[in-house]
């Protein structure tokens, strides 16, 4: 493993900023008009915000949402490091590789393709939750 720091959640940067700004949880709810619940939900990971909320926290916070998701951002090796890693691997055949790939690839468009949901849903939550 590298000497990389481990990723940090939306959540937790927004938790952090809070605490930053000296402001309660109830206090930044309450500017950003949302229940003390549900900022508890997305510091703690379990819910995402919506765009809306997203961007009411970041203004109540003096910063933009792009700056809260940008520290958030996975630290982690890209695409084009992880199919690498699988073209270098001696113990895999020609035809393991091509499979690995392929299944990276599948798995991180599912990826994708539910977080960009999630972002227009606002919620976060899978149905039947």
Do not use: C, K
Not at 22 to 36: C, D, K, P, Y
């Amino acid at each position: 493993m590298d000497d990389q720091q481990a990723p940090v959640s939306l959540g937790e940067i927004i938790r952090r900023q809070r605490e930053l700004a000296e402001l309660s949880m109830r206090q930044l709810a309450s500017m950003v008009g949302i229940s003390n619940p549900y900022l508890s939900q997305i510091e703690r990971g379990l819910r995402a915000p919506s765009e809306r909320v997203l961007h009411a926290i970041a203004g109540s916070l003096r910063t933009t949402a792009d700056a809260l998701t940008e520290q958030a951002a996975p630290r982690t090796p890209g695409p084009a490091a992880v199919l690498a890693a699988i073209a270098a691997d001696p113990n895999l055949t020609a035809r393991q590789r091509q499979a690995l790939g392929e299944v990276y690839a599948a798995m991180t468009a599912t990826t994708i393709a539910r977080r960009g949901r999630e972002r227009r849903t606002g919620d976060g939550e899978r149905p039947g939750a």
